[in-house]
């Protein structure tokens, strides 16, 4: 069959910008429900609604999250060798199935048994992460650190911080699809007119945040539901400081020298509108409790 080439981000977003996700839309609910006071509470005090020339956008990321990995799409084949091109630093491909995704840091033999609730935009947000030039020293790093062994200072036991890099990003792809259909980033998207570049840096921006807590923390996998609540509320409340978190990392890199901007003006922000339908869920060994509407929040 030969080679399996690299795929750019752009690429695979063209490839579901003109795909019939028709049967992903009917499943997406654009924006979580709130009922008494919590829609009031939303209405007079919450962040501002996404502007309508966006909501197509919105909803093709949300399409891509209830959209599964297929075997005959050749599209998703390469996103996935991409991605595992990128981390391990090998130019040849691997088997669709095997242990060598365990190393990557899935569940199992079968990436796509990890996907569920993040769909194929967990893997689009790894894509991009591995394939900016910005990012890609910092996905290195945490792929790194998720395989190594450190010895915390004054501590004899040896401490391992390693942890399944895979399933961590789908983590934060819910976080971020949460935050999303929250309303928590519209303010972001309205300000540069762009929904899935503002994910795709609020992903890497919270990798960041974990990546720095873990290792100067000396944290373990024992730590991460703790981590990712964490995680979680800063990409709800806090994204803006997230973001500028991420800027003045890449700015300090050398192959962001000069960059002002995260990510460029896509195109995608005139992809037409999908439906709303069912909730999204996640399952996976990092799971977070997904927040009851209305419920009040434990800080």
Known sequence: SGPVPLI???????????????????????TARRQGLAALFRFLFGPPRLQQQLQGERDLALAMAQCGLDDS???????????????TCSRLGCPRYGAHWEELGFQGADPGTDLRGTGMLGLMQMLHFVMDAQTLPLARQIFRLSHHETQAPDVTPILLQNFPFCIMSVNITRIVLQALREECLSRECNRRQQVIAVLNDVYAAAFLQLYRVWKSQHKTIADSGFLLKELELSAKKKPKQLLKSLEAYVSRSPVADGIQRLSPPSSSSSISAGRAGEEINFTGVCDLQVELEGEPRLV
């Open 8 to 30: 750019s981000f752009n690429e695979a977003l063209q490839h579901f910008q003109t795909a019939d996700l028709s049967a992903c839309r009917k499943k997406i609910q654009a």
């Open 73 to 87: 799409e050749a599209v998703h084949m390469r996103i996935l060798q991409t991605i595992y091109k990128k981390l």
